[in-house]
């Protein structure tokens, strides 16, 4: 298993640029989740699927987007880049309480 | 709703000596309590988690934490310190929802182990 694998591991975007982050697990979790980590701070929830075709906003939304066409795959775009979503981002997946993540991706928006 | 204060941002101990990492939760119910683990440039290791069995729990590399309902505290404790330990480390509160678990992170505390 290689659990959850997230491409790129670091990018660099220029302010209004766009990009995908890619997540895929292999563990069949229904459960998939977006957060990203800023220096100092714990993790915010972005967005979060509860399976496939099923997504919802968690805690800081604005300038993302999701989709989750099949149970492995669960990408992250962002449309318009901004300095304010230079961060780490984390996709984790779980079958119950339990959740697995996969090694981040580092974003700078200059 | 949810929240888990993390009283510590930064710890430091000597290698060999014991450490203790204090987390506070606000829950309305009995919750699910997990503590990770986040090695430089790492993603997040379950260390333990709490779902509602025996207060005291163990978890890898001889970290444990115990539940305390009436302190709404689930702490995290090694007796001695190991180089490798040097971490960042988060207490994580879940609440189960009608769309399923949501969970609440702490800011996380830094754990330096001074040989």
């Known amino acids: 298993n290689a659990g959850v694998t997230q491409t790129p591991k670091f990018r660099i975007l220029k302010i209004g640029q766009s990009m995908t982050l890619q997540c895929a697990q292999d563990?069949?979790?229904?459960?998939m989740y977006w957060y990203r980590q800023d220096p100092g701070m714990g993790l915010k929830l972005i967005y979060y699927?509860?399976?496939?075709?099923?997504?919802d906003k968690g805690e800081v939304p604005n300038g993302y987007n999701v989709s989750r066409s099949t149970t492995e795959d669960f990408p992250l775009r962002l449309e318009l880049a901004a300095p304010s979503q230079t961060s780490v981002y984390f996709c984790?997946?779980?079958?119950?309480?339990?959740?697995?993540f996969g090694p981040g991706t580092r974003l700078l928006v200059l | 709703a949810q929240s888990v204060t993390q009283l510590d941002s930064h710890v430091s101990v000597s290698e060999g000596t014991p450490v203790l990492l204090r987390c506070n939760y606000s829950?309305?119910?009995?919750?699910?309590l997990f503590w990770y683990v986040q090695h430089p440039n790492k993603g997040l290791q379950l260390l333990l988690k709490y779902t509602s069995a025996a207060t005291l729990v163990k978890g890898i590399n001889g970290f444990e934490a115990e539940f305390k309902k009436s302190e709404t505290s689930f702490h995290l404790t090694k007796p001695s310190a190991h180089m490798s330990d040097a971490a960042e480390y988060f207490c994580v509160v879940s609440d189960l929802t009608n769309t399923g678990n949501q969970f609440y992170f702490g800011t996380g505390t830094s754990l330096t182990v001074i040989p």
């Open positions: 563990m069949n979790h229904n459960y």
């Open positions: 984790a997946s779980s079958m119950t309480e339990t959740q697995y």
């Open positions: 829950s309305s119910y009995s919750p699910s």
């Open positions: 699927s509860v399976g496939a075709g099923i997504t």
